[in-house]
């Protein structure tokens, strides 16, 4: 992991509907050193959150109770905000322009998450 | 006298025969006082090649040449110098006016094509002749004698009446469509035409040496018959020669010696037979049917007969042949066409500029217009233009590369409705190799297509679901197996925690995931408390919460009773919960968990992921705010939210 970009002090924006999962996913990022500034479990909460929380990255629900959260994509990616999607689906339904932005799928570990995020977070520093 | 000696020096058989004839017996008398006109007739006569005879005197005595010699038959050379009626007595009912009127008249007569019912072999035969009566005029200018030349014609009128026959038999026969009516019309037409009193068609099956009968006419004289009737039925020469093709006749059973055994003339006679005529009909030099004629009285059978039965057999063959082909033809055209008509399958065909040449009503219903307004239109105007190119392409590969094509192609239907057609196609070839269009079974696979995409939808949403199932209990058991527990500890919580969420599912699915009453959630969650009774006091409105709302309520009732068991009041005999609930205006919804009789409450240090859970959870997904508070006399959880209006 030495040649991953640290994730230390990351302040995370999650974006997840279920609840065990979301605590889950907070457990596990504090676990690697990121701190949740903001949570939504809604399409219209992250859209708010995205335009008004402060955080360095986004882990991003693709589908919240059956929602497609792409608005929310959109609006990050025009923001210059590194995110990532999480997803029970697989990348099923993602749109092309999506392409190159990571997809972890649900359930995650550890590993794949932190790996995950340093991969977003180093893409958004060299671009 | 010169002319005489001259005259009988002739070296014909007839001449020789005149002359050692003993005359000086007859009226005739001996030839050297023969008159002149006698004379001079009977030297044109006996010089003549071509067949002439003379009557002489008023008895009609009979002189003939050589040429003539053969036209009686067996009487002759008896007949030389007999009087005309001993000569003729089978014919002489028609002979005898025709020599009176030319001895009363003094002219000539001639005749052309006369029957004359000769029975020169024991038996009526019919013979046709040309022939002339000319008057000799005696020394006194009477007429002395009759002068006649004639000739049988009898073959050549029955080749013309044969042809003639055979052509009305063949155009009668070629008209009509089934083996019934060509057997029944054709026995009919030759068995009056031949005179016979029975006559029968048969097939004779390969090895089976005898004639399986398939129609018999018969005329009053003989009752028709039916059946298989073996070769050896009409004795061993009979079999003999059907083996070998040819026909055979009897022209008298009882005096015919190749029937000579007992068992075949019993056979006869049990059919009332005493003449018979049998003509096969031969392929491969085999005996594949025969025609047979029968007659209860002896009948002489004559090569016309023989040859005019095989023309019919061998006709009535070639007809039967085209009448079963025909009839088979016909019957498979109507089963094609019934699984035409009838196939829930769209067939249709088309020529090779794709222009609709015939449809079946499957495809009529499905395209929503009458047949007849679906031919002779393009394939391009019922499909859009880039499916024509599609259909053009197949084709071109058809006729390229033969074989069958199979694709899609959406169809435009009337009212605009487009339908998926699944299409196989293949060339419709003639007789010589030649594409000549193509034919085409398609089904509707519309609701198959729209079947598939939502059967790939759900799997992708069950999918989803198990992901997050998963996804789920791995958050369960990360949070179940921290804090300090122990691993048995930890196992308890865990299985707790999965057996909740399992119960959630259930409730779900009971509820066919429409949602649960709270009522229901409540009992759920506190069943294992509820004896003794009183420890669970439980009161509400009816309320039905949405599947969503239902599991997370299910879920947080289910913390707060391990909770209650474990730290709280249900931890003491003596203690009690009591739950209430209610629904406001506006949907508002309440609901309170209030301990009782437990021991004295401390606020937890660090909240578990329990109580954090059931806060998180039930303001997600109830859409309200969640308060737990531990004053000392036992913990009180309250929820207040705004229920959305039912679906």
Known sequence: ?127 | MPEFRALLSNESEMAQRIRAHDWAATPLRAPQAWPQSLRSALSICLNSSFPTAIYWGPELRLLYNDAWAFIPGPRHPDALGKRADEVWPDIWHVIEPQFQSVFATGRGFATRQEMLPMQRHGMPEETYWDYSFTPIAGEGGEVAGIFNQGQDITARVLIERRSRLMLAFSDQLRTLDTPGEVLASGLELAGSHLGVERLFYGNAPPESEAIRIEACWSDKALAPIAGCIPFSTFGEDAQEALRRGESFAVADVESDDRIRTASVRDHLAEMETRALLLAPVTRNGTCVAALVAQQHTPRLWTSHDHYLLRSIAGRLWHELSRARSNMALRESERRHRLIFEQARDIIFTADLDQRISACNPAAADAIGLPANQIIGRSIGEFIPAEEFHKTTAMLQQKLSEGGMTRYEVSVCTTGGRVRQWDINSALTIDLDGNPIGLHAVARDVTEQRAFDEQQQLLINELNHRVKNTLALVQGLALQSFKQGRTIKEGQEVFQARLGMLAAGHDLLTKEKWEGATVAALVADATAAYADPPGRVLAHGDAVVLTPQAAISLGMALHELGTNAAKYGALSRPEGRVTINWALGQNRSFSFWWQEAGGPAVQPPTRQGFGLRMIERALANDLNGDVSIDFPNDGLVCRITAALPEPS
């Open chain 1, 1 to 127: 992991m030495s040649d991953q970009t640290p994730v230390a002090g990351l302040r995370v924006l999650l974006v997840e509907d279920e609840v065990v999962i979301a605590m889950t996913a907070e457990d596990m990022l504090e676990e690697i050193g990121c701190r949740v500034s903001a949570q939504a479990s809604t399409l219209s909460e992250a859209m708010e959150q995205a335009d008004n929380a402060d955080f360095d990255l986004a882990l991003l629900d693709i589908n919240l109770h059956g929602v497609m959260s792409i608005p929310v994509a959109h609006k990050l990616r025009d923001a210059g905000k590194p995110f990532i999607f999480t997803t029970g689906y697989g990348a099923i339904g993602l749109d092309d322009a999506f392409g190159d932005i990571a997809v972890v799928t649900k359930p995650y570990t550890m590993r794949t998450l932190s790996s995950a995020i340093s991969e977003a977070v180093r893409g958004i520093a060299r671009g």
